[in-house]
């Protein structure tokens, strides 16, 4: 199982670009990193996914290094409501999703 | 699409009485649906793995016993907590993992149910 570690909060301006990292050092060579968030009293919310290539959706960005150590989820223009904890996923064996502590985001108007 | 349903979203029941919580996919098929577990101010925790038509497979420490999960049917898991107490009072969120056992399945969450022992 993949451990991720990230930090623990992180301020954002609204309107500006929302970088949110996460290590992922002990992610095997076919795991997939995953990001989801959690809004106050709401289940988690997909975000994005991939396994070495960058990815880009509606959402968000995810760059992955090379070495698939670490990763990087960009929002582009961070809003208000994008405030919420941000969670890098270490995918284990039989797909369980271990959560770790996650990134507590605040955008600041 | 992919959309997973909880019912009830909140419950408060009475110390010693049994509550059961559904999770359902909506809109797909699951195979495997997850069971967590959040405290005030924590993250998840992953409770327990069901799979439909077999018995569950619980993380170390959550007693199998005290919580019951069913999954009779490809749509519907059930999560019932037995003989509750107040320290039982959490956060209960299912997920169901859409496209079948694969690295490149994304979960879908339910919106959780808010348990209340008193």
């Known amino acids: 199982d993949a451990k991720t570690t990230q930090p623990p909060s992180m301020d954002c301006a609204e309107g500006r670009a929302a970088n949110l990292p996460c290590n992922h050092s002990?992610?095997?060579?076919?795991?997939?990193v995953y990001w989801y968030r959690q809004i106050h009293s709401q289940g988690p919310q997909y975000i994005i996914h991939?396994?070495?290539n960058n990815e880009t959706n509606e959402m968000a960005s995810l760059i992955i290094t090379e070495d698939r150590k670490s990763s990087t989820l960009i929002l582009p223009h961070a809003t208000l409501r994008d405030t919420a904890v941000y969670y890098c996923?270490?995918?284990?064996?039989?797909?369980?999703?271990?959560f770790g502590t996650g990134t507590s985001l605040t955008v600041i108007p | 699409g992919a959309v997973v349903s909880q019912h009830p979203s909140w419950v408060i029941c009475k110390s010693g009485t049994s509550v059961k919580i559904e999770c359902r996919s909506l809109d797909f098929q699951a195979t495997t649906m997850f069971w967590y577990r959040q405290f005030p101010k924590q993250s998840l925790m992953l409770m327990a793995t069901s799979n439909e038509g077999s018995k569950a497979t619980y993380e170390q420490g959550v007693e199998k016993d005290k919580f019951l999960i069913n999954h009779a049917s490809l749509t519907l898991s059930t999560l019932t907590v037995t003989s509750a107490h107040p320290e039982d009072s959490s956060f209960y969120i299912c997920?169901?993992?859409?496209?079948?056992?694969?690295?490149?399945?994304?979960?879908?969450f339910g919106n959780g149910t808010r348990l209340t022992v008193t």
């Open positions: 002990t992610i095997s060579g076919n795991e997939y």
């Open positions: 996923i270490g995918l284990g064996t039989g797909n369980q999703f271990y």
């Open positions: 991939g396994l070495k």
């Open positions: 997920s169901a993992l859409v496209g079948g056992a694969s690295y490149n399945s994304p979960l879908h």
